[in-house]
């Protein structure tokens, strides 16, 4: 019995550094493979700036988005802050940037302010109920969801944070959002994080007032 269990340690020490040796290259590819990922989204990422939205929401469904302001590319902006794009590939970049946006109907006429910067407006109306969803600007980089919970029969809204990782980036190029989101409903509110709050007779009015990094993202559920 003890020569089997002298015989066994060792065996089960040298699983053990075979299995530590194995999680320790397994977490340097989840490593690699998370700043990848990272990397992908600030890609497509577009954060807005100097806006105002508002939405308004009706108790059958029917809502409507606005939103003025400007929205940054995100990559565009990284690479013209480190010296890695040249004056034809910013125009070439931005124009591609444009007719991405003009993609979607919603956006009105766009143009190029610079900076990896861009003067948009958005208008749109729809029935949260029917379609289920709405992302705005669109499902990859989302700066306001809005999703119809059938189960529950509510309706959620939520504005999207930029992750820690990037807030160093952001703020050296400058980035300050400086925005503000209006709600306006006559559907019960169930939770919300607004700035401030007002009911007149059965119409509820919530501001969110954004005007720095690392604020609590927008959160508000109807129903």
């Known amino acids: ?27 340097r590819y989840f490593t690699a493979a998370l700043l990848l990922a990272c ?20 108790r059958n469904g029917d809502y409507h988005f ?12 990284k690479d013209l802050m480190d010296g890695k794009v040249t004056p034809a590939d910013e125009k070439q970049r931005a124009a591609t940037i444009l007719n991405d946006l003009e993609r979607d109907v919603a956006f009105g006429p766009s143009t190029y302010a610079g900076r990896g910067v861009f003067n948009v407006s958005y208008d749109r109306t729809g029935n949260i109920m029917q379609e289920k969803s709405f992302n705005f600007v669109r ?23 930029v992750p820690a990782q990037y807030l160093d980036t952001l703020t050296a190029m400058g980035y300050v959002p ?29 501001n969110w007032t954004i005007q720095k990094l690392g604020e609590p993202a927008l959160i508000l559920i109807l129903g």
């Open 1 to 27: 019995m003890v020569l089997f269990l002298s015989m066994f340690v060792p065996a089960a020490n040298g699983l053990c550094t075979v299995m530590h040796r194995v999680f320790a290259v397994w977490r």
């Open 39 to 58: 990397v992908a989204a600030l890609q497509s990422c577009y954060l807005p700036e100097q806006f105002t939205a508002d939405l308004q929401l009706s």
């Open 66 to 77: 606005s939103y003025k302001g400007q929205l940054r590319h995100a990559a565009l902006a």
């Open 139 to 161: 499902r990859n980089s989302r700066i306001l969801q809005m999703m119809y919970h059938e189960r529950s029969q509510t309706v959620e809204v939520r504005g999207s944070s």
């Open 178 to 206: 400086n925005g503000t989101i209006t709600v306006h409903t006559n559907v019960h509110v169930r939770r919300e994080n607004a700035s401030s709050r007002k009911t007149v007779e059965d119409e509820t009015t919530l």
